[in-house]
């Protein structure tokens, strides 16, 4: 199982919106251009953050700006805000384990505590983690390269 790329563009899109943000417009061909990603797809992302609360964007050439300061945004806000996990759990059980086998009955009796600590724990981790985290980071990164 993976998780899709859309958290990880998400991500990149809020590290070209802080980085960018007060040069240019930050505007989804920009941010595709950035990304190496169809616009279309990041329209998507933009719909999908947006509707979280985490972003704001003008309607046509406006941009985009972060709607709330970067230490009150998590990666978790981020994650459930582009990733489709259904009823909220991150493992999707096969449909239709074989009830006439022994393992196949108990499965669910056998994983699912197991499964729902490790998807707390994921998103333990996920919440600790800010997006100032990720502006230090990057700013750390580019004036290296400089």
Known sequence: MQISSRFTLAIHIFACIDTFGNECKVTSDFLAGS??????????????????????????TGGTTVAKPLDQITFLDVYRAVECVENGNLFHFHEN????????RNIHYILDDKLLRVQAAM????????????????????????
């Open 35 to 60: 990304t190496n990603v169809n616009p279309v797809i990041i329209r998507k992302i933009l719909g999908q953050l947006k509707g979280a609360g985490l972003i704001d964007v003008a309607r046509g």
């Open 123 to 146: 998103e333990k981790e996920l919440a600790s983690i800010t997006l100032e985290d990720l502006k230090q980071d990057t700013e750390t990164y580019i004036q290296q390269e400089s």
């Open 97 to 104: 384990p074989n009830s006439n086998c022994p393992v196949g």
